[in-house]
């Protein structure tokens, strides 16, 4: 790992910085927060940003600081469990579909295509109405979502890894299709796929809070940033922090995964080990 | 080439199907009444009973997929579960009230980020370079909900020049909609934009080193004629597929924004229908929604293979952009293939 | 008139107004991190109108780097540290855009080595070629445009301008690289190895005309190659390039004739050479053959018996229900401890028969048999999957790419370990020490089983290749182009360690090349294969003295050696026979077979 | 080549960062330093309004099911306030007033009630109004094909063969038994007037007797009003008014913020937004006074709440007056467990003890000591969430330990309420007190959603209706109030006031029920 981070630039380093910042303080939440984020306290509402109140309060006195460090928990916890296992079903589905070819590939990705022509939103907001709301049917969904999109990008990969010839010499071993899979192929598809992670992890993120914003999320009075901005944005000017808290913690998590993103496809050269240039 | 045309179109054709099964599978275990949710909390239940029976929903569901499905070959998407009016109508009013918005956003937002992402690919890492980037990762990483939010703030309440929300219902002029149109425009162009950018300028980056732009620049070419000529053509091929896949996110995405202007849009009608558990409208809008998605590719396959001679005689040229060679320009895939909330 | 030269750095240029161009003391470094690296020192030479230059080194001795300077060309981050480059008269590094324009592509020209990826793939090729011309100033119709393809000898020109680059081969690619270089009459013409992706037909023929036309057009010539035959074929005047330096510049003729530096004889030395035979005996003495027909196919070619470990007859491969087969009826033998080799171009059949061996491939039709179809042997025409693992292990491959061939996150040691697994060839507590034996005998350090692929060099990765092939313990090794990506030296040595082993194991080695020097150096027997048809077979020594199949021959005459002045003449680069389905053979010696043909009179 | 982003992004981007949120700021948190709900106004202006305007309304979506049918729309209610008219209407002290009637009675035995129509009233097609059309009206509400609501309270004392006219301005209700507060059950908004034979086409034309008629109607979407110049109170002071149906609450808010309407209807606005709202120089907020009536059930049936000892320690383990603090920010009243608003002449005025000590031993005593469970909200009604997590802290004193538990507030009416053993719920006032009480209290109703069950109770209001004498029939249902508070399932906490947000041009509004004062409202 210390090699793949070595020569990724300045802006990488932000990155990470930036999303283990957003992460520690996620975890950290409970134990640093000043106030109970979801305690109201009808004497202190809607206080402007003072020593007692970092960020001021919103309407139920309920303290904006501590609301926006804890308003991270559930969209990074979200975001990582079905980014986790979207990219670990998807790669490992898509490395599979790529070695197989054949009919298997092609009833998979005429599915995935299928799944993929729905607009995500609408995906989501079936499934969400299907089954409501909770926690672990929000990580179904984007899992159901973007698990074939994920298909598809490592599919394109594995297809070049596949031609390789160091998984020809496999297969002329005698190797059989799991070991092939596993041993060579996926390992040279990480690069991808760790790429693909932190791509996907930000448009899960945005998409956890669209959602939360649209009311289909976490539900209050839960401390959470995308409803916090649905609660908020029409008072935007008399507590702004209650908006604009949340957006900046939500957007410098974002802008740490794109930068890392970034940082990760120019040091490990995805694009042309995609190709198979590599 | 018209063979492969017609192939894709036919398997084009058999992805919207497989969609409007998933969606319509996926509809069917709704745990919520759908009666009960029509006729709100204070319904009788005589009048639910009644209601029931006369939507006929004690019919099986692959019947009821089957005739709708024949039903929709036929332009007939059934009747809404809500209002009793037939859904195509309706689904075509919101539909045409999406695209006043959607054309301009996709004109202006292709426009300016291939202008943009060639700008910043050929002044790479000089100050212009560092700008458009910067402000492209902003756009991407700042919700639209927010930017939206402010933007109303700003021109519509502070500075009264753009109209808050849309206040005419669907089947409003396109005159009387078009001043408030500009607020969202002004969002979706500024997300989608964001990523065009980035991919143009990544892939303008490669096809600039490239061995034939060398050639081309080593032959005594004004570089105008050498960006023009030889290397755009190239360096827009993985941006179509960006402004593709897009422009489909755009037509599902639009739930926010037209959520929060009130605009009497598909990503309305979309929110409404599942709040609602309209089913014939959800279906409708799905298939809908896939066969943009999936007009949207072919279109941008089309335009490869105008693009691009070599583009013309690969037979399955697109399934994953990894199965895409192109020219040294195959771009970071994940950019692609973007789908996004 | 004569060529100023200088061994780097201790002699000033001459001023002479009659060279073309002048490079004086240059040094380019490229930036990586806050470090300077220097791509290249003190180059100095020049180029007198109508002369050619020729440049040669290995990868990494800065001779394209160098060559593109005279298009005042430098890559990102690279940097002039000292020197100059003339051409006519002008500092290049000096001129203002309106002015580098002119001089690039109107006094100088180049050719680029691939001529797939320097041909802009969206553009029409008349297009690319016209642009070539108004780009300068001059006028040009669509006969102009024809008129250059015509010049470079391509045929139906009309049609051809209007094709894309993607629908023309790749000897068609070069040519149109070339006729767009030489579009605008420049007085310099700059070839960066301008015919390493041809095969060797081709590459005469390109080389052919690219001197003729140099000459036609009194241009000095740069010509910068890693093939000693090329430049020896080529240019007036040679420098060697290592590092950056150039360490011996000379006439060509005393440089191959008698090197100075070190360096060069150890490349001269290290290059295979067809040896002493005569290319007057290469032509091939039965025209229009077909008279003495010999019925019995090759199988039965000398003698059989219990040395022989692999037997194919009339194996066919399609890998398309319709349209030719790759491999069309082809009959082979391998014997014990035998080297055959089997030479032809791209798409000759040759790696897919290889492939069909070793089980990646399944063959249509035809039989494959070891061990004489007894004992444990078994029928190789079943796919891998369905072999037993004693067939399994018996063959085994070794790759071109020895940068593809290993697995980039997997250890050296890994790469080695699995098939001593797979295979149970150790026990497993003997595994490592098997591994580190392994390594040690292709000459490895045994603490090389802790690297990955990726810190290795292109010759140690092709030594873990053959190491891991060797781990399976087979009999019979497949060594598919193994040396073609490797510098001359490289090659050499891996070369050598190949037969080394193969000698002190009794190992069989199917080797395939499309370098018939090479085979000359470690095959017993070749064949030569062409769109899947095998066309000669024979004990090296009988096929490289002839007599032989006209195609056979016109390989051998396309053949440049170091140390030949002249190029081939007019190499044929039409094919001048048709191949005689089903025809017999011919046997001008014991073993050694050619099929029948007829002339393309004949049609 | 992937995306590069080289050594000079981190300063740009570092700098381009904080100036972008530091401008932002700067911009907006000026604002945000005072405190409280203080500077809301009271009460909406009032003066005289300016002829010839139209007023701009904006209304949530409903659903497209949404018909201008009184005897069956569940959501049209600004529509029908300004079309049409009820023989009687209730005034804001529960007291039933006249409206399109003059003046009723009763026989003695409170079985036959007879209504005398107020003269030249016309519908708005011209029409004169007759007795006939009251007939018609009560037979379309009663006739199980329409499907009113209003027909389970009407239809166990009245046959639609019932209504009679005994002559053009003379409406006669032959009860099938006694029922002392029949008039007010004529207050419902099912039961306005619509002209004879119109029932398939009210839902679309709206024709009424209100002071505005309809000139443009689509279900869910636009509609507008204009003056009705011959009703029969004159002309009101608006020209017209144009509905429009906005869906999210903040879309509404910005509508109005921004001047492209005049008023928000059937929205409580939050305290921060109304902050937003009154200190906007275009819009303020008015109150509507007790709008709300907030409630907790406690399903009886649930095993938790079938013990009368817990409920009581539910009760007595919180004050509402902390609720009406918390939740509401002091905008209510508390309601001490008594669902009768205080305002109304039938209120028991009587103030249930708070005493937690009292609750801990009820539990005990019960054997559920230190109760714990979940308490259901959603996001249905901004003060749901506030209203559980106050009760929530509120009882911890007594040990009782309730989970805040949020639910979809889309499918909240379907799947929590009436399912939960205890949730937050709400009502609209307006209400009288019998149909209030008969409705959400007696056994069996479908209203009754903490499924209470006490045959005491049901015969105070069987006896209530028997009662004549006014005076004795309110101490039956101050009896039957007495009952709900100290045996009852259903807690009610408070009455909250709705915040509505109007145009600084709004003069006269005031509203009541469902309904505004449509012919005072104006613009001035």
């Known amino acids: ?278 | 080439m018209p063979l492969l045309i017609l192939r894709r179109l036919g398997s084009a054709v058999l992805t919207i199907v497989l969609a409007s099964l998933l969606v319509f599978l996926a509809i069917q275990a709704l745990p919520g009444d759908v009666v009960q949710q029509i006729l709100g909390r204070d319904a009788t239940p005589e009048a639910v009973a009644r209601m029931r029976s006369e939507l006929g929903l004690d019919t099986p569901v692959f019947l009821r997929y089957v005739q709708w499905l024949f039903g929709a070959l036929q332009g007939d998407f059934g009747t809404s579960l809500v209002s009793g009016e037939p859904v195509g109508p309706n689904l075509l009013l919101h539909f045409r009230n999406t695209l006043l918005i959607a054309v301009p956003t996709v004109i202006i937002s292709v426009t300016l980020s291939i202008v943009l992402g060639v700008v910043a690919g050929l002044r790479r890492g000089k100050w212009a370079d560092h700008s458009i980037s910067l402000i492209s990762l902003l756009a991407m990483s700042i919700p639209e909900f927010m930017v939206a939010a402010l933007l109303v703030l700003a021109f519509a309440v502070g500075i009264p020049m753009f109209p808050a929300v849309v206040l005419d219902g669907p089947q409003a002029s396109l005159a009387q909609l078009l001043p408030s149109i500009w607020l969202p425009v002004i969002v979706l162009s500024l997300a989608m934009a964001a990523y065009i950018i980035r991919m143009t300028r990544t892939s303008t980056i490669d096809v600039m080193t490239s061995e034939f732009i060398t050639t081309a620049e080593l032959k005594g070419l004004r570089r105008a004629r050498v960006v023009m000529r030889h290397a755009l053509p190239t360096a827009l091929l993985p941006t179509l597929n960006v402004v593709a896949i897009n422009i489909a996110w755009m037509l599902g995405g639009v739930v926010v924004v037209e959520n929060i202007f009130n605009y009497p849009g598909m990503g309305n009608l979309m929110l409404e229908a599942v709040f609602n558990r309209d089913l014939p409208v959800i279906e409708a809008i799905a298939v809908v929604s896939a066969a943009i998605y999936v007009a949207c590719n072919l279109l941008a396959d089309l335009t490869a293979m105008a693009l691009d001679p070599r583009q013309r005689f690969r037979p399955r040229a697109r399934r994953g952009a990894g199965a895409q060679p192109g020219p040294k320009a195959s771009p970071a895939i994940s950019t692609v293939e973007r789908s996004q909330p | 008139m004569s060529i100023e030269t200088g061994l780097a750095g201790d002699m000033e240029p001459v001023a002479a107004t009659g060279d073309a161009v002048r490079v004086e003391k240059l040094s380019i470094s490229y930036r990586a991190g806050r470090a300077l690296v220097p791509v290249a020192t003190e180059v100095s030479f020049a180029i007198a109108a109508g002369q050619t230059f020729g440049l040669v080194g290995e990868s990494g001795s800065g001779k394209s780097t160098v060559a593109r300077t005279l298009l005042a060309k430098l890559r990102a981050g690279s940097s002039i540290t000292g020197g100059r480059v003339l051409v006519a008269g002008q500092d290049v590094f000096g001129l203002d855009p309106a002015r580098l324009r002119a001089l690039r592509g109107g006094t100088v020209a180049l050719v680029a080595q691939n001529a797939g990826q320097s041909l802009t793939p969206s553009m029409r090729v008349g297009t690319q070629i016209h642009e070539a011309l108004t780009s300068h100033g001059l006028r040009a119709d669509r006969a102009d445009v024809l008129r250059a393809l015509d010049q470079v000898r391509l045929p139906n020109v009309k049609d051809l301008a209007r094709r894309y680059p993607h629908e023309l081969s790749g000897g068609q690619q070069q040519r149109v690289g070339i006729a767009m270089a030489i579009a605008a009459r420049p007085s310099v013409l700059v070839l960066d190895e301008p015919t390493t992706a041809l095969d060797v037909v081709t590459q005469a023929a390109v080389l052919r005309l690219v001197k003729d036309l140099s000459r036609e057009l009194q241009t000095a010539t740069l010509i910068v190659s890693h093939d000693l035959g090329v430049v020896s074929g080529m240019a007036d005047q040679v420098a060697v390039m290592r590092h950056g330096r150039i360490l011996e510049s000379r006439p060509t003729a005393k440089l191959f004739a008698d090197p100075e530096h070190e360096y060069t004889r150890q490349l001269l030395r290290d290059v295979p050479t067809l040896g002493a035979r005569s290319r007057a005996e290469a032509v091939a003495p039965v025209a229009g053959g077909g008279t003495n027909q010999d019925p019995e196919p090759p199988s039965g070619t000398g003698n059989q018996g219990s040395d022989v470990l692999l037997s194919c007859e009339n194996v066919s491969i399609s890998y398309h229900a319709s349209g030719p087969p790759a491999v069309d009826s082809v009959d082979l033998e391998i014997r014990r401890g035998e080297t055959l080799a089997i030479v032809g171009e791209s798409g000759s059949g040759k790696s897919t028969l290889a492939w069909s061996l070793a089980g990646l491939t399944a063959a249509t039709s035809g039989t494959m048999r070891v061990h004489g179809d007894t004992g444990t042997g078994g029928d190789l025409a079943r796919p891998v999957a369905r072999r037993s693992r004693e067939l399994r292990q018996l063959v085994q491959l070794i790759f071109q790419n020895a940068d593809t061939s290993l697995n980039p996150r997997r250890s050296v040691a890994a790469a080695i370990r699995r098939p001593l697994r797979l295979f149970g060839t150790v026990a497993r507590a003997r595994e490592r020490g098997r591994v580190e034996e392994l390594l040690t005998e292709v000459g490895l350090p045994a603490s090389f089983g802790k690297r990955l692929p990726a810190q290795l060099s292109g010759g140690q990765r092709q030594r873990v290749g053959i190491a891991r092939a060797l781990a399976a313990a087979p009999e019979l090794i497949i060594a598919d182009e193994i040396t073609t990506a490797l510098d001359v030296s490289v090659q050499a040595d891996i070369l050598e360690l190949l037969s080394g082993l193969q000698k002190s194991h009794g190992l069989s080695t199917l080797f395939i090349s499309h370098d018939l020097a090479v085979v000359a150096d470690v095959a017993d027997r070749v064949m030569v294969m062409k769109n899947g048809r095998l066309l000669e077979v024979g004990d090296v020594a009988d096929v490289f003295s002839g007599p032989n199949h006209p195609y056979t021959a016109s390989l051998l005459a396309a053949v440049l050696e170091p140390g030949d002045l002249e190029l081939p003449q007019s190499p044929a680069e039409e094919q001048d026979w048709i191949d005689d389905n089903p025809g017999g053979w011919l046997e001008p010696s014991p073993g050694h077979l050619i099929r029948t043909w007829k002339g393309a009179g004949n049609r | 080549m992937p995306i590069s982003s080289s050594m000079g992004r981190r300063s740009v981007l570092v700098a381009g960062m904080t100036l972008g949120a530091g401008a932002l700021i700067a911009g907006l948190s000026g604002c945000g330093s005072s405190n409280g709900v203080a500077d809301i106004p009271l009460a909406a202006a009032t003066g005289n309004a300016a002829r010839g305007r139209r007023m701009r309304i904006a209304r949530p979506a409903a659903s497209a099911a949404e018909t201008l049918d009184p005897a069956s729309s569940l959501s049209a209610y600004e529509y029908l306030g300004a079309i049409y008219n009820r023989l009687v209407k209730l005034d804001q002290q529960g007291t039933t007033v006249p409206d399109l009637a003059s003046e009723w009675s009763s026989t003695p035995d409170g079985k036959t009630w007879t209504f005398k129509l107020r003269r030249g009233v016309r519908f708005h097609d011209g029409r004169v109004l007759t007795a006939g059309d009251v007939v018609y009206t009560l037979g379309h509400i009663l006739d199980p094909a329409t499907g009113s609501p209003q027909a389970g309270v009407l239809a166990p004392i009245l046959e639609p063969s019932g209504v009679t006219a005994s002559d053009s301005h003379t409406v006669v209700f032959a009860l099938t038994s006694p029922n002392a507060e029949f008039p007010s059950l004529l207050t419902a908004y099912q039961c306005y007037i619509i002209p004879a034979g119109s029932a398939a086409a009210i839902g679309r034309t709206g024709i009424g007797t209100g002071p505005f008629r309809l000139s443009s109607y689509t279900p869910a979407g636009r509609g507008s009003v204009e003056a009705f110049a011959d009703h029969f109170a004159g002309p009101p002071a608006l020209d017209g008014i144009d509905f429009y149906s906005v869906q999210d609450t903040s879309a509404r808010v910005n509508a109005l913020l921004a001047g492209q309407i005049d008023l928000i209807s059937q929205t409580n606005l939050d305290f921060a937004t109304a902050r937003v709202v009154a200190s906007s120089p275009v819009a303020t907020v008015a109150r509507a006074k007790d709008a709300q009536w907030y409630t907790i059930p406690m399903l009886a049936t649930s095993k938790e709440f079938s013990d009368p000892l817990v409920r009581q320690a539910m009760k007595l383990a919180y004050n509402p007056k902390d609720i009406v603090a918390t939740a509401l920010q002091g905008n209510g009243s508390p309601g001490w467990d008594n669902p009768v608003p205080p305002g109304y002449a039938d209120a028991l005025d009587y103030t249930r003890p708070y005493d937690p000590e009292q609750a801990r031993a009820l539990l005990k005593q019960a054997g559920v000591e230190g109760l714990r469970m979940p308490i259901y909200t959603s996001s249905y009604d901004s003060v749901f969430t506030p209203l559980a997590v106050a009760y929530a802290e509120a009882v911890k004193q007594a040990g009782i330990n309730l989970t805040v538990t949020s639910a979809s507030s889309d499918s909240y009416y379907t799947e929590i309420w009436m399912k939960k053993p205890l949730s937050v719920s709400y009502w609209f006032t307006g209400r009288p007190v019998d149909q209030l009480l008969n409705q959400v209290f007696r056994s069996g109703s479908s209203y009754n959603e903490s499924a209470w069950s006490n045959a005491a109770f049901d015969q105070l209001l069987v006896d209530a209706r028997r009662e004549m004498n006014d005076e004795r029939r309110r101490g039956i249902y101050q009896d039957a109030q007495r009952l709900i508070i100290e045996d009852g399932a259903d807690m009610t906490p408070m009455f909250g006031d709705r915040l509505v947000g109007l145009s600084r041009k709004v003069v006269n509004y005031s509203e009541f029920g469902f309904e505004f004062d449509y012919l005072k409202i104006g613009l001035s």
Not at chain 1, 13 to 18: A, K, Q
Not at chain 1, 39 to 52: F, I, N, R, T
Not at chain 1, 189 to 207: C, F, G, I, P, T
Request: hydrophobic content about 55%.
């Open chain 1, 1 to 278: 790992m210390k090699a793949t981070l070595r020569g990724a630039g300045p802006a990488f380093t932000i990155g990470i910085v930036l999303i283990l910042g957003n992460v520690l303080l996620a975890l950290l939440a409970p134990w640093i927060s000043p106030y109970d984020p979801v305690a109201s306290d009808s004497a202190a509402a809607l206080q402007g940003p003072s020593g007692a109140h970092w960020l001021g309060t919103d309407m139920y006195g309920r303290d904006i600081l501590s609301r926006t460090l804890n308003g991270g928990r559930y969209a990074l916890q979200v975001t990582f469990l079905a980014t986790t296992i979207a990219v670990a079903a998807g790669a490992l589905l898509g490395c599979l579909v790529a070695y197989l070819g054949g009919w298997f590939d092609d009833v998979v990705m005429r599915v995935v295509d299928a799944i993929l022509s729905v607009p995500t939103i609408l995906a989501l907001l079936v499934v969400v109405s299907v089954l409501g709301s909770g926690m672990w049917v929000i990580v179904l969904a984007v899992v159901v979502v973007y698990t074939p999109a994920v298909i598809r990008v490592v599919r394109g990969a594995a297809r070049s890894v596949k031609s390789l010839d160091y998984v020809t010499a496999a297969k002329a071993r005698g190797e059989r299709a799991g070991p092939i899979v596993v041993r060579e192929i996926l390992p040279n598809v990480s690069d991808v796929v760790l790429v693909e992670y932190a791509m996907r992890a930000s448009w899960v993120v945005l998409l956890i809070s669209t959602l939360s914003f649209l009311g289909f999320g976490a539900n209050p009075p839960a401390p959470d940033w995308g409803l916090m901005v649905a609660e908020n944005r029409t008072a935007l000017t008399v507590v702004p922090w209650a908006t604009l808290g949340p957006v900046a913690a939500l957007a410098s998590f974002v802008i740490g995964l794109h930068l890392t993103s970034d940082g990760l496809g120019k040091r490990l050269g995805v694009d042309r080990a995609m190709t198979g240039v590599k």
